[in-house]
């Protein structure tokens, strides 16, 4: 989810947790970002806390998704401008 989404939405996750909880932002230019959150959802499903149709996971799936998108796209950006293939991160 974009940063102004999560702000916006009282149901997200960042809304949802208390003012003492600690929490924890990934970034999507950060190179760990995507096996993160594949390992974190394989995780949840062996942990018994989601089913793989859950809504949530179904949401980390397409945060994936979306920053592959991203990915690809800025690096076909970069090619066809002749620049290097340089990660972001």
């Known amino acids: 989810m974009r940063k102004r989404d999560e702000l ?10 208390r003012d003492d909880e600690f929490v ?3 970034l999507d230019r ?3 970002a995507l096996d993160t959150v594949r390992d974190w959802i394989a995780r ?5 806390k989601n089913k793989p149709d859950d809504a949530q996971i179904i949401e980390a799936w397409h945060w994936i998704a979306m920053v592959e998108i991203k990915r690809k796209d ?7 401008a002749g620049q290097k293939d340089v ?3």
């Open 87 to 89: 990660p972001d991160a």
């Open 44 to 48: 949840r499903i062996k942990l018994g």
């Open 24 to 26: 924890f932002v990934l």
């Open 74 to 80: 800025a690096l076909e950006r970069r090619l066809s």
């Open 30 to 32: 950060d190179d760990a």
């Open 8 to 17: 916006a939405d009282p149901t997200s996750c960042l809304n949802r947790a």
